[in-house]
């Protein structure tokens, strides 16, 4: 990479440094930074390493028999657990006692095992953009991902949430997917397994991702029947792919099987949650004042534009995005809580390593324009950086509810850093029990 590329980078791993500093109040306090659904995420650790028990899950369900079973899968555990085990190394006896896992050494240790990981997947990133695209696009591409989308949010105030692990094990992914494509040895072919189980296990939702892998320089018929036979010269590398990838998976299948007798079951059946495919909240997803993506993350307009672009000037990795962005719009909006509580829809978090590449795509072709274009693009390019760091900023004061917006609530407090007075009156709080059952308000 050219020093640009690495000036980027050091100035994020920096205002990274610094937000863990600035954020001592929080994670100093207990069940702050590991809090609501990081419970989920972090009790497989809690229960192994300091109950020594894993059916003494922290919020488990009870599945009988004296077992307790996790409705999510151990991925997050598995990529706290680096961090979480130095943190028990120094946290106090009393600590681990008192509030089991939640205390200011952990909370610590996972903040800063969060930046490095969100660190080193804007490094991979940063890599697999450079084999097409300038030094200074991809480094533009680094800055507007950081700090022009919800991710800033994720990676500053809600760390350990899986979206920004999952960004960045997705870019991993999609280096390793150019190196085995480019040289499929076995080396590369384990590595690749590897990653794909691990980003499946933290999240299985990103299974979606592998239909870009699949059509990886597909653009016709001619490039689909060349592909079969390249995956038909290769089967053992596949089948390679596919072993290490059950590597990682098989703790989840034995605890799975001791906990409920089933080698494959889905954990938030278990707490009645589930998707409704066949009414899709994709308008709303994408628009609505509670949370649309679009509306919060408006710089991913400047992403789905690419794709198009890709037709003529990336023919490779066209089919392969818009059949990924299409499938993950379509499953993520079916999920009964369509809105998920946050800021932004943080489900599409995951996916901006992959929107990367149309997003450089379309940076590309409109700072090729006459100045007009690119002074114009530069305005909104920076007011983007504006709006999202100014809203994050509203959802830290309440200005911006993390579930209830409306388009009176959200008008009233355009630019005003802190609430209206009687913005509780504006907002309109989803009914939950109905959303549950599919119902849409």
């Known amino acids: 990479m050219k020093p640009i590329n ?13 937000t863990i500093i600035d954020s001592s109040h929080r994670w100093q306090k207990p069940n702050t930074i590991i809090a609501n659904d990081i419970i989920w995420y972090n009790s497989y650790l809690v229960a192994t390493v300091i109950k020594h028990d894993i ?5 488990g369900i009870d ?13 997050m555990a598995l990529l706290y657990s680096p961090f979480f085990f130095i943190a028990d190394v120094f946290a106090n006896p009393s600590d681990k006692g008192a509030d089991e896992g939640f205390s200011a050494p952990y909370q610590l240790a996972l903040f800063i095992g969060s930046m490095i990981y969100l660190l080193v997947g804007l490094f991979f990133l940063s890599k697999f953009l450079l084999n097409f695209y300038s030094n200074k ?39 390793l997917s150019q190196k085995w494509h480019m040289n499929t040895n076995y080396r590369n072919s384990i590595l690749l397994g590897l990653i794909i189980g691990l980003f499946t296990l933290a999240r299985p939702a990103n299974t979606t991702v592998l239909i870009f892998f699949l059509f990886w320089n597909v653009y016709n018929w ?24 059950l590597v990682v998976w098989i703790p989840q299948i034995i605890y799975w099987n001791y906990t409920t007798g089933s080698f ?77 509580s946050g800021f932004g829809n943080r489900a599409f978090v995951d996916s901006y390593s992959l929107l990367a590449i149309p997003l450089a ?22 007011f983007f950086i504006w709006l999202n760091i100014f809203q994050t900023a509203q959802s830290v004061t309440g200005a911006i509810n993390y579930t209830a917006m409306t388009k009176k609530a959200y008008w009233a407090n355009f630019g005003k850093l802190q609430p209206v007075p009687n913005l509780y009156y504006y ?3 989803p009914d939950c029990d109905k959303a549950v059952k599919g119902i849409t308000d």
Not at 11 to 16: G, K, S
Not at 318 to 336: E, K, M, P
């Open 6 to 18: 690495y000036i980027v980078l050091l100035f994020i791993a920096l205002f990274l440094s610094f």
């Open 55 to 59: 059916n003494d899950l922290p919020w």
């Open 63 to 75: 599945v009988g028999n004296n077992k307790k079973v996790a409705k999510v899968s151990m991925g």
């Open 137 to 175: 696009i991809v480094a533009l591409t680094i800055i507007l991902l950081f700090f022009g989308t919800n991710l800033y949010a994720y990676a500053t105030l809600h760390p350990l949430m899986p979206h920004s692990y999952s960004f960045s094990l997705i870019a991993i992914f999609l280096y």
């Open 222 to 245: 001619k490039s689909f029947r060349m592909k079969l036979i390249f995956y038909k010269e290769n089967y053992l590398k596949l089948l390679i792919v596919l072993i290490f990838f």
């Open 264 to 340: 494959f079951i889905n954990g938030y059946n278990f707490s009645n949650e589930r998707a409704y495919f066949n009414n899709p909240q994709i308008i709303l997803g994408l628009f609505s004042y509670r949370n649309g993506w679009l509306l919060y993350t408006p710089l991913m307009f400047f992403a789905l534009f690419g794709i198009f672009i890709m037709f003529k000037k990336m023919k490779s990795f066209f089919l392969g995005s818009l059949l990924y962005i299409t499938l993950t719009i379509y499953l993520v909006l079916s999920w009964w809580c369509w809105w998920y």
């Open 361 to 382: 795509c379309t940076l590309t072709y409109l700072f090729q324009r006459n100045i007009i274009i690119k002074i114009i693009t530069s305005i909104v390019l920076l």
């Open 427 to 429: 907002l309109d709080f």
